[in-house]
């Protein structure tokens, strides 16, 4: 299958552009994160938008892709969009990301501590909010962000919100 993520990558100065969409998925207090093995953080289950497709679409192809489980998109809220700026292993980026919420259906809540299935490298894993202060999570204030049911535009500046 031919990739056609919307990013960008300007290799002299190492700086990368990611479109991407990210979904909340809770079950009373309890929230789904993924970690790579390589990784020292705990982030939403989500990727990157492709071109011609909407993040709902998107959002949905994803999680049906890293978990097996489908919902329909009448199931998601858009919760918040972050302009994400950071740097990770030198490499600085420039990052849009549209975070949905969505409750997790009884197929999902069944599962815990299980690999990714389009990336054999990758866990899936149910945290309680209350266990969340002992993880690491990226970004950074997504552990605030988590029960706060308004939409937010918010514009992140290496882990610092920008007020304008």
């Given at each position: 299958?031919e990739?056609?993520?919307?990013n960008?990558y300007?290799e ?10 990210s979904a909340?998925?809770k079950?009373?207090?309890?929230y789904?994160f993924q970690k790579?093995d390589?990784?020292s953080?705990w982030?939403l289950?989500?990727g990157?938008v492709s071109?011609g497709?909407?993040t709902?679409?998107?959002?949905q192809?994803e ?14 809220k858009?919760?918040r ?10 490499i600085?980026?420039?990052?849009i ?6 409750n ?6 069944n599962?815990?501590?299980?690999k990714?299935?389009d990336?054999?490298t990758q866990?899936n894993h149910?945290f309680?909010?209350?266990d969340l ?12 962000l988590l029960?706060?049911e ?5 514009i992140?500046?290496?882990d610092?919100?920008?007020?304008y």
């Amino acid at each position: 299958m031919e990739k056609n993520d919307i990013n960008y990558y300007n290799e002299n100065k190492k700086i990368k552009f990611n479109f991407r969409v990210s979904a909340i998925i809770k079950h009373k207090d309890n929230y789904l994160f993924q970690k790579n093995d390589d990784s020292s953080f705990w982030s939403l289950v989500g990727g990157r938008v492709s071109i011609g497709e909407d993040t709902l679409t998107a959002l949905q192809r994803e999680i049906f892709e890293e978990t097996g489980v489908k919902f329909s998109i009448s199931d998601f809220k858009l919760l918040r969009v972050i302009e994400n700026f950071f740097t990770l292993d030198n490499i600085k980026y420039h990052e849009i990301l549209f975070i949905y919420v969505i409750n997790a259906n009884k197929e999902l809540i069944n599962k815990n501590d299980f690999k990714t299935l389009d990336k054999d490298t990758q866990m899936n894993h149910w945290f309680n909010i209350n266990d969340l202060e002992y993880v690491t999570v990226e970004p950074v204030i997504l552990k605030d962000l988590l029960d706060r049911e308004l939409f937010e535009h918010l514009i992140l500046k290496d882990d610092e919100i920008q007020n304008y």
